[in-house]
C-alpha cells in the first residue's frame, strides 16, 4: 500500500500531477489546464496486485470528470493486446486507451489516435502527443489518469503462447 505522487510537465497542459494511491485503489490527475480526474475501485473489493487501479471490472470502478461520473469499460486483460483496452464514454465522446507495443499503449478519440503512453503501473506516466493530434485538456486528463491506472502495454499474444509452451518443458 503505497502512495506515489508525481508531477508532469505535460507538452500540452503543461503541469500536472499524478497521484496513485493503490491502499484506497484510487488514482487523481489535476493541474491548472485540465479537469480534475478521479479513478477509484469500489471501497471493500478485494484488489488486484497486478492492477494499479487494483481491477478490471467495471462494476467495481467510478470515474469523474471535475465531479460528474463517466462511463468507464476495461476489458478482462487476456491473451491479445485488444484485450487490455479502456473505453470511456463521456460528453458525447469516446476514449481508448490500448497497448500498441510492449511498453506502449496508444491513446484514441473517437477512433483518432491522439498519442502514445508509457507507465510501469507505478503512478509515474509518460506521454508523447501526435504533432498533428491537437489533444485536448481532457484528452491530457484521461490519458495520464488510464495510464496511471491500468499501466501501459503488453507482450503480443505470440509471445504468450511461447512462454506457455515453454512452461510445459522442465
Request: aromatic share 4%.
Amino acid at each position: 500500500m503505497t502512495v506515489t505522487e508525481t508531477t508532469v510537465e505535460d507538452t500540452v497542459s503543461g503541469p500536472l500531477t499524478v497521484r496513485l494511491d493503490t491502499g484506497r485503489s484510487e488514482v487523481v490527475v489535476e493541474g491548472e489546464a485540465i479537469p480534475r480526474i478521479v479513478l477509484r475501485r469500489a471501497a471493500g473489493t478485494e484488489a488486484e496486485e497486478h492492477i494499479p487501479v487494483g481491477t478490471r471490472d467495471g462494476g467495481r470502478l467510478t470515474l469523474t470528470v471535475d465531479g460528474v461520473e463517466a462511463d468507464i469499460r476495461p476489458a478482462k486483460g487476456r491473451l491479445t493486446r485488444r484485450s487490455y483496452a479502456v473505453d470511456v464514454r463521456h460528453a458525447g465522446h469516446v476514449w481508448r486507451l490500448v497497448p500498441d507495443s510492449i511498453p506502449d499503449s496508444r491513446l484514441l478519440r473517437d477512433g483518432r489516435r491522439l498519442g502514445a503512453f508509457s507507465s510501469e503501473g507505478n503512478g509515474e506516466v509518460d506521454a508523447e502527443w501526435r504533432a498533428d493530434a491537437a489533444p485536448e485538456p481532457l484528452d491530457v486528463a484521461l490519458g495520464h489518469a488510464l495510464a496511471a491506472g491500468f499501466g501501459t502495454g503488453a507482450q503480443p499474444m505470440w509471445m504468450l503462447v511461447a512462454d506457455a509452451i515453454g512452461d510445459l518443458f522442465p
